[in-house]
């Protein structure tokens, strides 16, 4: 007899795979989210005292190839984490605070353990973001994907005031560029990283290496992306934030310039940091020149706050309490749309 679990799709396994999430799912509610996981769709009561004008901001992404790497060492418990900050730091650069995200994990064969094991994840960044998990989907994709294979994908819903939409608009000469220090790698430009590490200098996810102060590559590959919403937004609230920008693909200077209006430009200073030994270890092991590598990875700087110059010191400060690594960047200054680097950063990068 001909079913559908002949056909490669267990529908048992899906079921086990939610009600191994739900403790996870449950950690991440908020007042406002109605009814619980397993509905058809998510709901979630606006608070409209609190955004008498509401404005809703929306953003969907992934992980990208970082997923190759938990998938080669079987370790899936942080990429989630990575989701939610592609998702969530790209709502708050515009002030809106993140309320809910949806999840969508795609595979060749249903694991419950491993699909938990992601959802863990998803559910650990929605905390740290302040968001809720209001729901998801797993699909079986048998014939389609290898069974170990897997891809997720989340929808993240924010609100902001309308009188506090943050951007170009508010950007001018003399604000102050603030640095918020990335955890690393975070979850872009890994196929050069691949290419580079894994297949040309033949390194192994489970061997230490002295470059990075003894960790194995697997655990510096597998760094959670940082997520700084809640930071964000605290910087928007105490210090008046003007704008941010999210560093991913295609750089500091490329995600800066989309926060930039007419008739001004961004001057950033290389010495004030040094990029992280990941990035020293991808330069030399491929022969990666400074301008692929500018273009390519944050370099240390995930999140980039510009801020009115008189309030630069609160900024570093209220920063620094929040167990974030910040400092001076540069500045805003007249001009046409443009982001310069200027100088040579610090440590080993100088010599790229």
């Known amino acids: 007899m001909t079913s559908y679990a002949s056909a490669g799709v267990d529908i048992a396994a899906g079921d ?4 191994l999430m739900k403790a996870s ?41 970082k997923i190759a790497i938990a998938q080669a060492v079987d370790r899936h418990d942080s990429i989630g984490i990575d989701l939610v900050a592609m998702v969530v730091d790209d709502l708050v650069v515009v002030g809106a605070e993140p309320l809910f995200l949806t999840d969508y994990i795609a595979t060749g064969k249903v694991v419950p353990e491993k699909i938990a094991a992601i959802v863990s994840g998803i559910a650990a960044g929605c905390v740290q973001a302040g968001c809720a998990l209001i729901g998801g989907e797993t699909a079986e994709h048998p014939g389609v994907m290898r069974p170990d ?8 819903i924010g609100v902001v005031n309308a009188d506090r939409v943050l951007g170009p608009e508010r950007v001018v000469a003399g604000d102050a560029l603030i640095a918020l220090g990335s955890s690393g790698l ?17 390194l192994r996810l489970d061997a230490t290496q002295a470059a990075l102060g003894g960790r194995t590559l697997a655990d510096e590959l597998l760094t959670p992306t940082r997520i700084y919403a ?25 995600n800066l310039a989309r926060v930039l209006p007419p008739g001004v430009a961004a001057v950033l200073d290389r010495s004030t940091w040094a990029p992280q030994p990941i990035f020293d270890l991808v330069a030399r092991s491929g022969s990666v020149p400074l301008e692929q590598m500018e273009l390519t990875f944050n370099l240390g700087v995930g999140m980039v706050a510009v ?39 610090q440590g080993a990068a100088a010599t790229w």
């Open 16 to 19: 086990r795979a939610v009600e």
């Open 25 to 65: 799912v449950k950690r991440t509610a908020r007042a406002e989210v109605l009814g619980g996981l397993g509905g058809f769709a998510g709901l979630f009561r606006l608070d409209v005292a609190k955004y008498p004008e509401p404005v809703l901001a929306t953003s969907t992404d992934g992980v990208g190839t």
């Open 149 to 156: 294979e897997y891809d997720v994908s989340g929808t993240g």
């Open 186 to 202: 975070h979850s872009n430009g890994y196929s050069l990283v691949r290419h580079v590490l894994l297949e040309q200098a033949g």
């Open 230 to 254: 809640q930071d964000c937004l605290a910087l928007a609230v105490e210090c008046g934030a003007h704008a941010f920008a999210h560093v991913t693909g295609g750089g500091l200077a490329a």
């Open 307 to 345: 801020v009115p110059a008189t309030a630069a010191g609160a900024a570093l400060r209220l920063a620094q309490e929040r167990g974030v690594r910040a400092w001076r960047l540069g500045d805003i200054v007249d001009g046409s749309s443009t982001v310069r680097l200027t100088g040579t950063y």
